[in-house]
């Protein structure tokens, strides 16, 4: 009788002899939250040292929009991850949005074109919730298969080069300033603004939280969670494309390679930042660190002149670390 | 007398109950072998070419690539997790082997150590995948992705341009052949059979099942968990090594670009075949079905001559409706 109601938990701890101290869980986590910032002013303090050029305004300005395409995706992402989901489709998403807009900008009014390309981002954000929430497909491989699939429509749409010049409003987005600040700057800051009070004032922003940490309980608490998981996507391809219409204006032109590396980055930041992949633990300022981070890394590649190998290098040994420092802290957080 | 007949009889009606059983737990490996089926029919209705002999073993030797890394991603899979630092790994062993080939001004005898230098390599970043995977728990799909990444990095940093020497003797391996057969398919057929009977006949395939279906039971049963999700990573590296050594002997030179898309495509076969991607239930022959089903839409399209345009969008519609018609229920 009573060895019947032993608890599974309990009985499989019997067998592993690992029992963590209530420090190392508290170090761990703090260290999960608090890794991006503290590795974001080492590396700005260690440029100061070794990179002189790193200081300079025009570096400083492609830092800052550099940061600003990167911080508007892993918004998205970030809200993503926190449904226990993942998007791999943000890159293809971002070229698509890109391609739509240069490419039709000629022939109709910049404002329709606009819409056009929102809602296209907002059906395939829908897609990916679908097959993610109702029919249940692992979120990485559903959402890379939407990115074969939107790659390929861009392929047959812009048979294979794209071509038309990018609209002056997108320039200004890009590469333009308000006052002392980059206009993409100042997006990037009121589309967070607006996400943090999303995230923590509003019902759909609980929810987001309580669905990421415990969706059983969520359905039984009446959460319609498979509409929590559509609308996290959504709102994702929709700042993806987004942030691709911010790159494109910053860049200039329209390239097939456009943005081919933001699936990884973004949630490269998301997860540096403090984010756990199994959902529920993640906020946007250590996001936004995390994006800092990543794009710092980058650009002191550049900087210091070493071969652009180490880029992927970097990105990949930050992905690692994170991930393994984030999968550690989940693991003592749950026992 | 009648004890023997009844016993043959028994016997008898077992093995076609056991054949309905196989039906009925495996629709989607007879979907996917239909399908392939259907398409055979439909290719060589619309070009008889694709009938040919020489055409057949060409799509047999097309597969081994990514029949090897799959084979390896599938035992991943089963485990409940992925593998996407296969192509890189299968890279990586392409560029060293290639490399050391021509410092050492193609020398033949080098063939086999170097063989056996790229299945260690292959092995020793498996193991590296699974330590950090069993240490750290953390997620094997993103910990695997930042892995390729770096590994992307480490294969530009050792060359990027192809890597010339390999000796002629290398060619063999993909160009020898019995009669009309290449060996290569041969030894391949050989390899998915001992995949199969390891998977579903030994105790560390079982075992494979067992941490995939549901972790926390296999420990309470005293199966080694750590190790077999070990062992799942060592062996996914080991078979996309093997899959470098064979790509380094159809090109010919150390390629900087070689596998590239591999990891997913290998998966995207896996999940093609049935076996669910939250572990535990499926079988290598589905895989088999997954990885001939890739092989054979490509070479259609070679044939038919598909706009490379449309390739990509017909390859993506594949994969969404594959994934969406299999519902595999969350274990949550």
């Known amino acids: 009788m009573n060895e019947l109601s032993v608890k599974p938990k309990l009985a499989a701890g019997r067998f592993s002899a690992f029992r963590p101290s209530p420090r190392l869980i508290r170090g761990v986590d703090l260290a999960g939250q608090w890794a991006a910032p503290i590795a974001d002013l080492a590396i700005l303090i260690a440029a100061a040292i070794l990179a002189p050029g790193f200081y300079s305004p025009t570096n400083l300005k492609t830092i800052v929009i550099q940061i600003a395409v990167l911080g508007i995706v892993a918004i998205g992402q970030t809200l993503v991850l926190l449904v226990r989901s993942i998007d791999l489709s943000v890159s293809a998403v971002l070229a698509l949005g890109a391609v739509i807009v240069v490419q039709t900008t000629s022939g109709s009014s910049t404002l329709v074109t606009l819409v056009e390309a929102l809602a296209i981002a907002a059906v395939i954000g829908l897609a990916n919730g679908l097959l993610v929430s109702k029919r249940q497909v692992p979120p990485f491989i559903a959402t890379y298969g939407m990115l074969v699939f939107v790659q390929g429509a861009r392929l047959a749409v812009s048979k294979g080069q794209a071509s038309g010049t990018v609209p002056d409003f997108l320039r200004t987005i890009g590469f333009g300033q308000l006052g002392p600040l980059p206009v993409a700057l100042l997006l990037w800051l009121a589309l967070n603004g607006l996400f943090l009070l999303v995230l923590k004032y509003t019902r759909f922003g609980r929810w987001i939280y309580a669905v990421g940490g415990n969706p059983a309980a969520s359905r039984y608490a009446g959460i319609r969670t498979d509409a929590i998981v559509i609308g996290a996507h959504v709102i994702c391809s929709v700042l993806a494309l987004v942030g691709g219409l911010v790159l494109s204006g910053y860049i200039g032109y329209v390239d097939l390679n456009l943005g081919s590396d933001y699936n990884l980055n973004s949630i490269a930041a998301a997860i540096v930042g403090g984010t756990t992949f199994t959902g529920g633990r993640g906020n946007l300022f250590g996001t936004a660190a995390g994006v800092a981070l990543l794009v710092l890394l980058l650009n002191l590649v550049v900087v210091l002149g070493l071969p652009i190998h180490w880029q992927y290098v970097m990105q990949g040994l930050v992905l690692v670390l994170a991930t393994a420092l984030q999968g550690f802290r989940q693991f003592l957080l749950s026992r | ?332």
């Open chain 2, 1 to 332: 007398m009648g004890l023997a007949m009844q016993k043959e009889k028994f016997g008898e009606t077992s093995r076609w109950r056991q054949v309905g059983v196989f039906v009925r737990n495996n629709p989607s490996i007879l979907l996917i072998y239909g399908i392939i089926a259907l398409m055979c029919i439909l290719a060589s209705v619309l070009n008889p070419d694709f009938r040919s002999a020489s055409n057949l073993f060409n799509i047999l030797r097309q597969s081994i690539v990514i029949g090897l890394i799959a084979i390896g991603q599938s035992m991943v899979v089963l485990t409940g997790g992925a593998d996407m630092s296969v192509a890189m790994v299968a890279r990586i062993v392409g560029l060293v082997v290639a490399t050391i080939f021509l410092a050492s001004n193609s020398s033949v005898g080098l063939i086999i150590p170097l063989v056996l230098l790229g299945i260690a390599v292959g092995a020793l970043l498996g193991g590296f995948n699974g330590f950090l995977i069993t240490e750290t728990h953390a997620n094997p799909f993103i910990i695997t992705f930042g892995i390729a990444n770096i590994l992307r990095g480490v294969n530009l940093a050792i060359s990027s341009t192809p890597i010339t020497g390999v000796p002629d003797a290398y060619l063999n391996i993909y160009d020898a052949k019995i009669g009309i057969a290449p060996i290569n398919v041969i030894v391949m057929g050989v390899i998915w059979l001992a995949a199969w009977i390891f998977l579903s006949r030994t105790k560390p395939g079982r075992a494979i099942f067992a941490v995939g279906g549901s972790e926390r039971a296999a420990r309470l049963s005293a199966l080694k968990v750590n190790w077999t999700l070990a062992m799942a990573y060592i062996m996914s590296a080991t078979f996309a090594a093997l899959a470098g050594l064979f790509l380094l002997s159809r090109t010919g030179v150390g390629d900087p670009s070689a596998a590239e898309g591999m990891d997913f495509q290998s998966i995207v076969a896996v999940a093609l075949g049935g076996i669910s991607l939250y572990g535990g239930k499926g079988s290598i022959i589905g895989t088999l079905g997954g990885v001939l089903m890739l092989v054979i839409l490509n070479n259609v399209f070679s044939l038919l001559q598909v706009n490379i345009y449309y390739q990509q969008l017909v390859l993506g519609m594949v994969v969404l409706i594959a994934v969406a018609a299999y519902k595999s229920p969350r274990s949550a």
